[in-house]
């Protein structure tokens, strides 16, 4: 419950923040499409966005592989140091030990399959709902788990780390 109170206090935070925020349209990762644009200043400002909800969708991409691979480096990059990842079970880790589970073993993610990601940006927040078919080892067991998410990542420099993410288990 504290969890769930953390992420939606973190959630109305950013809210507040984005309501001077103009959203980027959702991208689904199946069929990104770019629309031709005026050329004037606004043609910039949709390339802009365009280009970093692309920056957002490789770096989803990239901490996806990483998981599946073990690449510790990019995870240690990728994932913000106030990481709170809530599991589909209710289980939180934050970034340590969300790393650590995957080096000791607990969590073996053998393929994640991304099926749909709407992007929306307020300013250096992106938030991702997505779904995807994950399977995983967790503690010895096998999961082939169809989730629907919710990811915040916040650009840190020229950097997007992912600071928050909570998934349920949809019906397979």
């Not at 996806?64 to 709170?84: H, P, R, T, W």
């Not at 078919?133 to 950097?159: C, P």
Request: net charge neutral; charged share 20%; with cysteine.
């Amino acid at each position: 419950m504290k969890n769930i109170l953390t992420l939606a206090l973190l959630l109305s935070v950013y809210s507040v923040h984005a309501q001077s925020a103009v959203p980027v349209p959702s991208v689904s990762t199946a069929a990104v499409s770019t629309a031709a644009a005026p050329t004037s200043t606004m043609a910039h400002s949709a390339d802009e966005k365009a280009a970093t909800v692309d920056a957002v969708i490789a770096a989803e991409k990239q901490r996806f592989e990483a998981q599946i691979s073990k690449d510790y480096a990019v995870l240690d990059q990728v994932l913000g140091n106030d990481l709170v990842y809530t599991h589909s079970n209710g289980n939180t880790d934050n970034k340590q030990s969300y790393i650590q589970s995957i080096r000791d073993g607990k969590s073996k993610y053998d393929a994640i399959d991304v099926e749909e990601q709407k992007v929306r940006i307020y300013g250096n927040t992106a938030i991702i709902n997505g779904m995807c078919m994950i399977k995983a080892m967790s503690n010895g067991e096998t999961i082939n788990t169809h989730l629907k998410y919710t990811d915040v990542y916040v650009r840190k420099g020229k950097q997007w780390q992912m600071v928050a993410w909570q998934s349920i288990r949809l019906a397979n």
